[in-house]
């Protein structure tokens, strides 16, 4: 335990941004499992690391070759491309997910091939490099991530209301627009941080498990975002403590520890059913 730990002492930002990233992905992935849109909850994290692959070849330009400047830019236009394309065209927001994912994807193997790394980064890019991160990044991904946190933790029950009720809430006055802008708004910046940070895999991941255990385990809008929440960071904490005790992938661990929790809640749920 001691060595674990004298580990954490050094590896601690990479420990606290894998908790705060699992938290606003959990708390964001409400909304998209609520809402059916767990296929935008794939590409979106695609769309980031196409913008943190560009950042690479834009390297010394300014502002586009900042990794996280370019990630959310990247992921801002994949963002307005799913919420406008479906009013624009007779195609399904799943169709225009499916386009943005397989653009996104190819392009970041295209462009990732062009620099020296090569087929590290892209394996970074999926996997993350999460015991990469020091003092100064957690500071940047927490300015990102904490209002993220804030606004569906503590401020969101009239977002909580225009996904589960929207027509009660539109007919009650709920501005559903804005709510919905906030939303949209909410996970481009959570998958766009939450990339760069910890790869595609863990964010995907963290939209997705912990909202589906939710889902299964709480009975109001409230109880799911608390239950969401907890298991991703209960699954981040224990995936990150078992990838040093295993010498395993962190990212992969923890998205490991997520579905060991989803089948327990699928498990604990049918018994509550029985």
Known sequence: MSEFLDTLDLFWPAFAASLLVAAACALVGVHVVARRMVVVGAALPQAAAFGIALSFVCAGVPLLGDHD????????????????????????????????????????????????????????????????????????????LVPVVVLHAGGSRRLVWVTFDRDSAAAL???????????????????????????????????????????LLGATGASVLAISASIGIAAAAAGFILSWRLDTPTGPTCSAVAALLLAASAAAAKLRNR
């Open 173 to 215: 006055g709920v501005r559903a627009g804005l709510w919905d802008a906030a939303f949209f708004a909410s996970l481009a910046l959570a998958v766009a941080s939450g990339v760069h940070a910890t790869g595609t895999l863990f964010v995907f991941s963290f939209l997705v498990m912990p909202a589906a255990s939710a889902t």
């Open 69 to 144: 400047v370019a990630a959310l830019a990247m992921e801002g236009l994949a963002v307005a491309a799913l919420a406008l394309a479906p009013r624009w065209s007779r195609l399904g927001l799943d169709t225009v997910a499916g386009v943005v994912f397989a653009v996104c994807a190819s392009g970041s193997v295209l462009v990732v091939q062009q620099i020296p790394q090569g087929l590290d980064e892209i394996r970074h890019l999926v996997e993350g490099n999460m015991l990469a991160i020091h003092g100064h990044d957690l500071g940047r991904i927490a300015a990102a």
